[in-house]
């Protein structure tokens, strides 16, 4: 049974945009908290943004701060990535999480227990 399922990846020229969706089985949706994390080829998985979708409350990292919006529509069980002004250096295995427990603000991915399978998002200039 898939828990998490990405979708929207796909290949952008640099300055394009793309919407990532992610939809969650029910037991994950409750927990309350999701999250966005990417990895680039040879780097390590960073946190892009999560948000707790009882409130929406929204959060980002360092990544996602500026360019990206994260959203979510609760009738669907669903959170999304809206990324604009992509540039090559986005490139990466993006990937949706869920945490049961702590802080959704904190983008530490040990800390995450559910994880899709990924959508990959490649920028060519």
């Known amino acids: 049974q898939v828990q998490l399922d990405e979708s929207g990846g796909g290949s952008v020229q640099a300055g394009g945009s793309l919407r990532l969706s992610c939809t969650a089985s029910?037991?994950?949706?409750?927990?309350?908290?999701m999250g966005w994390f990417r990895q680039a080829p040879g780097k390590e998985r960073e946190g892009v943004a999560s948000i707790y979708t009882e409130l929406g409350s929204a959060y980002y990292g360092a990544s996602g701060r500026g360019r990206f919006t994260i959203s979510r529509d609760n009738a669907k069980r669903t959170i999304y990535l809206q990324m604009n002004s992509l540039q090559p250096a986005d490139t990466a295995m993006y990937f949706c999480?869920?945490?049961?427990?702590?802080?959704?603000?904190?983008?530490?991915?040990?800390?995450?227990?559910?994880w899709g399978q990924g959508t990959q998002v490649t920028v060519f200039s």
């Open positions: 999480a869920a945490r049961s427990s702590g802080s959704c603000a904190l983008l530490r991915d040990y800390e995450w227990d559910s």
């Open positions: 029910s037991d994950i949706y409750r927990s309350g908290c």
